[in-house]
């Protein structure tokens, strides 16, 4: 009974149940990527020539064993068009409204630079720990 307990519990954790979200949703928008690469984006390049991005025929025949080269090309040509979609339509789009969207507020200092030995030291010090040099506060520096 305890290992069925200690198994439910894993399960049910967070971080189990997110990578398994992610790993669907992940795959679901494969397909929407693949489907647009396939359907939209290859047409649109062997508008020039009918059948001009099938390499599917092309292979090599060394005694009996036969190298389908041509599928490795249709692979690659076929990663490289998804990886483009993914980049411009998904990354860079991503990318941009996330600059857009920065809300962190700028923190301040906890430290600064003696100006003796430039060794970083608390903000409020007026001495400095490294080479005991007078540094004077925070306020006066900035007064100064």
């Known amino acids: 009974m ?3 307990k200690d198994f439910k519990e ?3 954790r967070g971080n189990v149940v997110d990578l398994a979200v992610a790993v669907v949703i992940g795959a679901a928008f494969g397909d929407v990527v693949k ?3 396939k359907d939209l984006l290859t047409p649109l390049i062997t508008i020039g020539g009918k059948n001009a991005l099938n390499f599917s025929n092309l292979k090599l025949q060394v005694g009996g064993a036969v190298f389908l080269y041509g ?3 249709n692979t690659i040509v076929s990663f490289l068009l998804i990886a483009a979609v993914v980049f411009f339509f998904v990354v860079r789009p991503v990318n941009w409204l996330m600059s857009r969207r920065k809300t962190e507020l700028p923190t301040d200092p ?5 100006p003796e030995c430039l ?3 608390p903000i409020k010090a007026t001495r400095c720990a490294f080479c ?3 540094v004077g506060s925070a306020a006066d520096a900035e007064g100064a």
């Open 2 to 4: 305890r290992a069925v």
């Open 10 to 12: 894993f399960i049910l």
């Open 35 to 37: 489907a647009f690469t």
């Open 71 to 73: 599928d490795v090309i």
């Open 110 to 114: 906890a430290t600064r630079e003696c």
């Open 119 to 121: 060794s970083s030291i």
């Open 132 to 134: 005991t040099s007078l």
